[in-house]
T-cell receptor, first 114, second 115 residues
Framework: ETGVTQSPTHLIKTRGQQVTLRCSSQ?????VSWYQQALGQGPQFIFQ???????GRGNFPPRFSGLQFPNYSSELNVNALELDDSALYLC?????????????FGPGTRLTVL | AQSVTQLGSHVSVSEGALVLLRCNYS??????LFWYVQYPNQGLQLLLK??????LVKGINGFEAEFKKSETSFHLTKPSAHMSDAAEYFC?????????????FGKGTHLIIQP
């Protein structure tokens, strides 16, 4: 059973650009969540996808958007990058949509915005 | 709304000593509670979770936590610290709404193990 994988590992962008981060869920998992972890902080919930539909969102602006594909892999897109978007972006997958299901986290993508 | 407060951004203990990491939560509904560990340059790994069964929860690597509703606490303990326990620890809460509001994390506690 493969775990959650994310690509790329590191990324450097300039302010105003757009970025796409990718996540492959653990086998058999149909729910994916994305989190932003700023340096020295805990992760913050961005949004969740369940069976290709966004079904939950944290306090992030619309320039943060996502997709989930039929194979349950996922993308996080961020438009009009700002300096404060520099962070570790974590993807987590789980087998169902309930709160008790364990979320399995990937290693993250480190985004630096200059 | 829900929130998590982790007391102490850094905790230092000697190898073999008791580890105690504090977590208090605020939730308008009965919560589910989690402890995650993060090693440098890695993602988060679940240590244990409370989902309304036994209030004393045992996890991996010898860690356990006790849910105390009256104190709104979910402190993490380990009887004897090991050098490999040095890492960042996060407490998180989730509502029972169906999981669509994600996990709310504390700011983390950096555990330092002194030889």
């Amino acid at each position: 059973e493969t775990g959650v994988t994310q690509s790329p590992t590191h990324l450097i962008k300039t302010r105003g650009q757009q970025v796409t981060l990718r996540c492959s869920s653990q086998s058999g998992h149909n729910t994916v969540s994305w989190y932003q972890q700023a340096l020295g902080q805990g992760p913050q919930f961005i949004f969740q996808y369940y069976r290709e539909e966004e079904n939950g969102r944290g306090n992030f602006p619309p320039r943060f958007s996502g997709l989930q594909f039929p194979n349950y892999s996922s993308e996080l897109n961020v438009n009009a990058l700002e300096l404060d978007d520099s962070a570790l972006y974590l993807c987590a997958s789980r087998g169902g949509g309930t709160s008790t299901d364990t979320q399995y986290f990937g290693p993250g993508t480190r985004l630096t915005v200059l | 709304a829900q929130s998590v407060t982790q007391l102490g951004s850094h905790v230092s203990v000697s190898e073999g000593a008791l580890v105690l990491l504090r977590c208090n939560y605020s939730s308008s509904v009965p919560p589910y509670l989690f402890w995650y560990v993060q090693y440098p340059n890695q993602g988060l790994q679940l240590l244990l979770k409370y989902t309304s069964a036994a209030t004393l929860v045992k996890g991996i690597n010898g860690f356990e936590a006790e849910f105390k509703k009256s104190e709104t606490s979910f402190h993490l303990t380990k009887p004897s610290a090991h050098m490999s326990d040095a890492a960042e620890y996060f407490c998180a809460v989730s509502s029972r709404r169906g999981g669509a509001d994600g996990l709310t994390f504390g700011k983390g506690t950096h555990l330092i193990i002194q030889p």
